[in-house]
Structures are given as C-alpha cells and as structure tokens.
C-alpha cells in the first residue's frame, strides 16, 4: 500500500497543470491514509490531481486547492494557515470541509478529524460523481469509542486444554497472517467510522511477549513467536493509519500452558487463591506487554476464572494495574493509558472505586443485555450496573456481546439497531459501543453458510457493521431519511429500484424483531447456554425454572411482562396481565414472519446484481418464519398443557397434539431451508451449549438432528396421555423409576457417610432430616460435612475409585440464601460444565425437614484418586453412580406443585 501510494505522489506531482492540488501533512500516518483515499476518488472520476509539497511557493495553474490537515499543528501554521480560524467543534475526531475562494479546507479538531473529514469528502466525491461547490459541513461523533471484536477463539476446546486457551499460531488461527485478510478488514471499520477493535483470548501474554524470569512460560515456538511479533507490529501499525485503537482482551486468573506444567499447578481454577507465583507471573506479562506494545490497550475480565469481590478487587490493584504501571516506568511514561475494566461476573463499581486512587484513566464495559439482542427497552438489575458505571467513568463501553440468538441467519434491522443506540445513550449512559460479529464469533472470520468458498463474515454481515457505525457516530436521523438512505444501500447491492429495495428494508426490520421477542419472553438465558433458533423443547416452555433461568435474565432483557407459566396462571385465575404477555408476542412474531416473507419475494423478480447473496438472503427470511411458526404452534400447545396444570382438565391436553403437529410441520419446513445451506446453527461447539440440548462434541447443531428429538417428545407426550384420569393426574411414573446403582469408592478426607433415606439426617440437627426422597437417589449412601465449615471454608472431598464415577451433588434451590453454594452457573463460569456438571438431573429430588427444594447435579470423575472441591456454601454429597448410569432428566416435585413436563418425558 505505502509503495503504490508513493507512486501516486509522483505522478501527482508532476502533474503541474492539474485541476485540482491536493495538500497534507505526509508525516501523519491519519491524514496521510485519508488524503489518500480522498486523491484515489478524485482520480478515480477523472480529474488531473497534483500534490502540492509546499502550499506557500505553489506556482501551479490549479483551479482548485484542497487543504487537509489537523487545527494548530506544527504543519498547520508553518504553511500559514492560521489566518484561516476554522469553527471546530472542540471534540475527538471533529472535523469541518468549508470551501473559501478556490480552496477547500478539510481540518479536523486532531488527526483522527482530519482523517474522517477527507473520508468524508471522498465519500460525497463518489455519490455525486464531480468534486462538490459551496461546501461548509461540520461533523462529529457522539460515541467517543466505537469498536468491533474479533475472537482469538475457536469452536471447539483445544486438546489437553481448558476454555478459552488458544494460543496465537498458524494452526490454530491460520487467517491471523493474512496481511490482504487485515487490510480488508481495517477498511471496512474506518469506512464505517469505527475507531476501536479489541481481541478476545484467555491468556494471549505468553504468544507476544517473553520474560526473563520465566522464560519457559512461552506457548509457541521461536518462529511462530516471530510470526506474532511481525504480524501485530503490522495490525497495529495498519489500524493506527486508520485511526483504530488496537486493544487486547484478556481473562483472569489464566497461565500459560508450560508455565503450568512447570510449577504443577491448573492453567485456570475459578476457585484457587491467588499466589505471590500468580501475581509476580502475571505482573511482568502485563509489564512486557505495555513496554512491547505501548499503543495497544488492555481490556480486563476479572470474571469466570477467579472467584469472589475480594479477590477481585486485589488482583486489578496489586496486580494488574502495577504491571501496567511497571511498563509505563520502562517507556518512561507519565501517561496512564486506558484500561477498561470488564463488568461480568464482578462488582465493578466496587472494584473501580477501589482502583481510583491507584489509577484514574479507568473506562468500563458491560453487555448490552447479555450474550443476545433481545430489545431497545432494557430496565432491571442490568441496566442498573450500566448506569451506575457510567456515573462512575468517563468512557463507558455497551458490549453487543456474542448475539446467540441471531445464530446463524442473516440479522440486519436498522430500526431496531438505531432504538438500541439510543438506549445505551438514554437508558444506560453509555457513551462508547463494542460489537461483536452479527453470528459465527467462535468461527470468524467465515460464517455458517455452507459455501466454497466460504463466505466471509464481514462480507455477509456488511449492514450489522453500517448500521451500528451509523449509529454511533450519529443516534438522531429521521426515520424517512433512513429508509431513504438504506434503500438506496440495497439499490447498490441488488441493483434494484427504490420501492424494490423498499421491500428488502421491510424484509430485514421485519425478521429483526423476531428473535429477540421470542428469546426475551420465553428463553432460558440470553448466553452461549441457549441456541434459540433450534427451538425448545415443551419441559423448558411449561417448566423453566428447572433449565436454570439465568438470574435478572427476565427483569432485564424487555420490557415488563409475564412469562408463560405466569400467563398461564393468571388466565386460569381470571386475572389481569400486566404488559408483554406470551400472547401478544407469538402473534407478533408470526406476523413478522408474514410480513417479511411477502416482503422478499416481491423483490426477488427485480433483483439483477448479487443473485446467489440475494438467494441466501431470502432463504433465511423463509426461515425465520417457519422458525416463528413452529415456536407459535409449540408455545400455543404449552399454553394448553399448563391449562390442564391448573385445571386437570385432559381435553385441554387433547387439544395440544394439534398444534403440536403443526409445529414439526413448520419444524421440517425449516430443516428443509437449512440442510445443506448451513454448517451448523451455533459456532460455539463445547459442553457450554444447553439449550434446547448439550452440544457436548459438536452435537446437535443442525436442525436435522433436532426434528427426531421434537417428534419422539410428541410420541412421549401421546403415550403419556394413557397415564392421565380426566380428573386426577397420575404419579404412575414415580413407580416406575429404578433407583441408581451405587458405585463403590473409597472416602479418603475422613468425612461420615449417611444414607440417602428417611429419617436420616444430612447435617446434625433435626431440620436437615430427610423427609422424602426421589426414587433415583434412594439407595445412595452420602458423605457428611459440617455445615458451618462448608458456609465458611467450602468443601473439599477427596476419594478414590477404581472405575469412572459420577458424584451425585445436591444444591439448595433458594440462590437468595447467600449461604447456600450457587449451583454452576456457564453464564458467569465458563468453565463450569467440565464435569458434566451444569444440568439439573433430577429437580426438586430431596425433601427436608426445614430446607428449601434441592436439586441434582453430577460431577463425573475418571478412575484414580481425585478430588471434589466445591465453593463456600451449603451443598450436599448424596453419594456415586456409574459413570454410565442412565439418567432421565425429570422434576421429581417433593416439594411444592409437581411439574407437568414429565408428560414430554420418555420411560426410565
């Protein structure tokens, strides 16, 4: 690029006759890259250019001169320009084109302005195709930070490693050292004004730096190390030239592999202390880090591999920020450089009133509303974080964090786009914007279509990034402008007329409001837990809570309303409902479908450029409506089913196989649409994914392998009807429950043991006697701890087992008891199913005297001595099975009103 555009500048030169001269700065890289862009254009549509080094000995005929440079720069007055006083709005990356005689003057507030300002004259160039008179325009953005993140991720877990560890190499990130890849990538975000780009890895220290005291701690070899070194000296350099600000993300607690293995201790353990090994380690990482790359900022999660406010609030002020500190001492630095403080699974306003008087350059960052895009309403103990951090900060960040929802289709509204900016403005005081990939984050840069060659993720998605550029440099546009504007954006991509790319508009704003709506009043959580286009199944629409609700999911991600089971109950009682019901939203979404269907197939006859991109496009509207005509059908049937909860009455249950045949109808309309079409419809491919089932290896990630699970949950439910008197519902299934073989093991921590019946006791005091139990866990023998030292110290189960065993572990339901452990949360831990751990077994599956309802979770060992360490709380160890012990997930409802799902269930 650098020796083209010095070619440009010789001819340009030469040129002493041109129309028009150009002047700039070549010293800054900023004005450098935009007046080059702005020369291309001009040249681009014909007209004779010349570059004019020195504008005070310019004896050129030129007719015009075009001036870009940064207000009272050195460059600015040594050429006497300072009898020209531009009226600037004093703000980052401001700018103002005004034309005065035959000069136009594009001056930016700082360099970043002058930048933008000749993009923006170039832009105007290519729309009008001639160079435009009479110019006087002023612009700025309102978000001062506006950045997109790329994952140094990948979708699946690495051999032999844990979440999030991916080194930087070619073979696990082949498209990271491709130069032409960057380039074009840089280009989108500057031509969408973006300013910032962070990337996501766990511990991305040990493949860009070396330390001297730990020189083993190095993940990759020397030539891959060189490799990293070249590349993000390139990246770096690039985006500077573009105005971007490069930031690197990283979790805590995580070490490199060999550094691990060295000392013999976990690359990542959520709940170890924090060690004078750890800080010094990760102090000097920090440190090289700064010292190598000074112009690179730092995004610190504090959340999922470190446990506790406590130790939070010490590892970002003795740790983190004196290693940042200790590189800018080596640079010689008296700057402190922003370091942004991540909002997950932390107290952060906490931490940064901690931090305060140790650093002040502190912005900090939050998800919008989670891991999806569910509303333009956002309320709740969520958008309370946001707006408390935004009173506390300068720069406050709103992540549109890993979009599980929009998976894998196509997501472009720029309605629904531009209400969400307003909100992080209005609601949340947000004033900067970070945004992930529309879809296909774990597998970036490619998306999910099944092509050859694969389609480029930032090439499919192109309106995701303009719109949220647009919107961020500017909230307020009137909406008639808009649908103006994007109209015309579609003209140029399908070369269709204006009322046809009309319909393309609709098309898109109409399938925009799909899934959030079904995901915010029906989900189970926003996260990477749940794929929502693959559907639910109808134990998680009539019986939620047992899935796990995500806490402040509901209260947070919409505006006020009831879920289903809530709807259902004020029905059945004749009372009012109170805002979004379940009703209205399956309505609503079925008409979007409509709508957008009739929207896309009006245009396709008209289409004459970008057919095959048009095809695909059309081919996820046809799919998201059969999606929301299955999901209408199948929450009309649920609505029956909790009728019959209420009332008992079977012909309510009767009605529901209708609607339920309709929804595999709509169901295999969809597999239709996307088999063969796409890859997979969620690019996270681990054990993390629950929803609507576990894609432990890569499974269940096609709409093909789902039909056979929502056809035999009809089957279930067909045969379970033979169960049910129209009066009385049966608890016939409980006796035909087997109870769960015991596996043998030896206890080694020195703990009682009890067994898992009536009348004994789970800690030494009456109210913990069993009163009831579930069949499954019946003959199970448990191991006894101290109630007080759990609530206090955690607990600790060490023991020996000559075959694979699972750990049967009870947790206490009532997650507003802070004495009682939290069962694993993948919201907030994603390392938290790397025993099988994070599904309910068997809800509701002990009885106590004077306790709240248990629940059943299984932690799976291998043969060998091991051990079982859990977090403070009050926890029960209720015994081991097999690692190859059936289980039949089911609400056993010992306490309080039995579950209808168990009609949706198979026999044991």
């Not at 592999?257 to 959520?270: G, L, M, W, Y």
């Not at 996307?674 to 996270?684: I, L, V």
């Amino acid at each position: 690029m650098k020796t083209i555009f010095s070619t440009f500048l010789i001819i340009f030169s030469m040129q002493l006759n041109a129309q028009i001269a150009i002047s700039f700065d070549k010293e800054s890289p900023r004005i450098n890259f935009g007046s080059e862009r702005l020369m291309l254009e001009l040249d681009r549509i014909g007209e004779d250019i010349r570059f004019l080094e020195d504008v005070r000995n310019d004896n050129s005929e030129s007719k015009r001169l075009i001036i870009v440079a940064e207000k009272d720069s050195d460059w600015f007055i040594k050429h006497n320009f300072e009898s020209y006083q531009p009226k600037i709005t004093n703000s980052k990356e401001a700018f103002r084109i005004s034309s005065e005689g035959n000069r136009i003057y594009v001056i930016g507030n700082d360099e970043s302005g002058a930048l933008y300002g000749a993009l923006e004259l170039a832009d105007r160039i290519k729309s009008e195709e001639k160079l435009p008179k009479n110019l006087d325009f002023s612009d700025q953005p309102e978000m001062v930070l506006r950045g997109t993140a790329i994952g140094m991720q990948k979708m699946n877990i690495l051999p032999d490693r844990h979440v999030y560890e991916y080194p930087y190499s070619p073979n696990n990130f082949p498209w990271f050292y491709d130069k032409e890849l960057w380039i074009k990538y840089l280009d989108m975000l500057v031509k969408n004004r973006y300013n910032s780009l962070y990337l996501w890895n766990g511990h991305p220290f040990a493949s860009l730096v070396k330390l001297e005291d730990y020189p083993y701690a190095l993940e990759v070899d020397e030539e891959t190390f060189r490799k990293n070194e070249e590349i993000f000296e390139f990246l770096t350099t690039e985006a500077d030239k573009r105005g971007i600000w490069i930031i690197q993300m990283f979790y805590n607690i995580i070490v490199s592999k060999p550094f691990a293995e060295h000392h013999n201790i976990s690359t990542q353990d959520r709940g170890r202390e924090i060690t004078p090994l750890l800080e010094d380690y990760t102090r000097k990482s920090i440190a090289a880090f700064i010292e190598k790359y000074p112009n690179v900022g730092l995004l610190v999660a504090l959340g999922e591999a470190i446990s506790g406010i406590e130790n939070d609030i010490n590892w970002f002020t003795n740790t983190i920020i004196p290693g940042v500190k200790d590189g800018m001492q080596r640079l010689g630095r008296e700057d402190e450089p922003p370091i942004i403080l991540r909002a997950h699974d932390t107290d952060a306003p906490k931490v940064v009133q901690a931090a305060f008087p140790l650093y002040k350059n502190l912005y900090t960052t939050h998800k919008y509303t989670g891991e999806s895009l569910t509303t333009y309403e956002p309320r709740g103990p969520w958008t309370k974080i946001h707006q408390d951090l935004s009173n506390l900060a300068s720069v406050h960040i709103s992540n549109v964090h890993i979009l599980a929802n929009l998976e894998p289709f196509r997501f472009g509204s720029p309605n629904f786009i531009q209400k969400t900016v307003k909100a992080m403005h209005e609601i949340h005081g947000a004033n900067a914007l970070h945004l992930y990939p529309q879809a296909s984050y774990w597998d970036w840069p490619y998306t999910a279509d099944n092509t050859a060659p694969r389609l480029l993720e930032m090439d499919r998605d192109w309106i995701w990034y303009s719109a949220w550029g647009r919107y961020a440099w500017q909230k307020e546009r009137e909406r008639n402008e808009e649908i103006k504007f994007w109209s015309d954006e579609f003209s140029k991509k399908y070369g269709t007329d204006r009322a046809v790319s009309e319909q393309i508009l609709t098309a898109y704003e109409e399938t925009g409001e799909i899934a959030p709506k079904t995901l915010r009043r029906f989900g189970i959580t926003e996260g990477n837990r749940q794929t929502l286009l693959l559907g639910m199944f109808m134990s998680q629409l009539a019986n939620p809570y047992k899935w796990r609700v995500y806490p402040g999911f509901y209260e947070s991600t919409g505006p006020e309303g009831e879920i289903l089971i809530e709807y259902a109950e004020k029905e059945f009682n004749n009372e009012p409902h109170i805002g979004e019901t379940p009703l209205q939203i399956i309505q609503e979404i079925e008409a979007h479908g409509k709508k957008a269907v009739e929207a896309i197939d009006k245009a396709e006859p008209n289409v004459s450029i970008n057919k095959e991109e048009f095809i695909r496009l059309q081919n996820d509207i046809h799919a998201y409506k059969a999606f929301a005509d299955f999901f209408t059908e199948k929450v009309r049937a649920a609505m029956l089913v909790l009728r019959y909860d209420h009332s008992g009455e079977k012909d309510a249950l009767l009605k529901a196989i209708p609607h339920l045949e309709n929804s595999l109808k709509h169901y295999r309309k969809l597999v239709e649409l996307t088999e063969g079409n796409y890859f997979y419809a969620n690019s996270m491919q681990t054990s993390m994914r629950r929803i609507p089932i576990g894609g432990d290896d890569g499974k269940y990630k096609l709409w093909s392998e789902m039909l056979p699970l929502y056809e035999q949950e009809l089957e279930n439910f067909r045969k379970n009807l033979n169960n049910i008197d129209s009066s009385v519902k049966s608890d016939s299934q409980d006796e035909k429950v087997k109870a769960w073989t015991p596996a043998e093991v030896e206890i080694l921590s020195g703990q009682e043991t009890y067994s898992v019946a009536v009348g004994s006791l789970v800690y030494d005091k009456m109210s913990a006697q069993i009163i009831k139990t579930a069949p499954e866990i019946s003959k199970l023998t448990g191991v006894k701890f101290k109630e007080k030292n759990q609530i206090a110290n955690g607990t600790i189960l060490k023991f020996e087992n000559s075959k694979p065993v699972k750990v049967v572990v009870g947790f206490f339901e009532d997650a507003t008891d802070k004495e009682n452990l939290i069962a694993p949360t993948l919201e907030n831990n994603a390392a938290g199913n790397t025993r099988g751990q994070a599904d309910i077994t068997i809800a509701n599956a002990l009885k106590l005297d004077d306790y709240p309802k248990i629940n059943i979770h299984t932690y799976q060992f291998e043969t060998g001595k091991n051990e079982l360490q859990l977090d403070r709380g009050r926890v029960l160890i209720l015994g081991f099975i097999s690692a190859g012990q059936k289980i039949n997930s089911r609400d056993a409802g010992l306490v309080g009103k039995k579950s209808v799902d168990w009609l949706f269930q198979g026999s044991n």
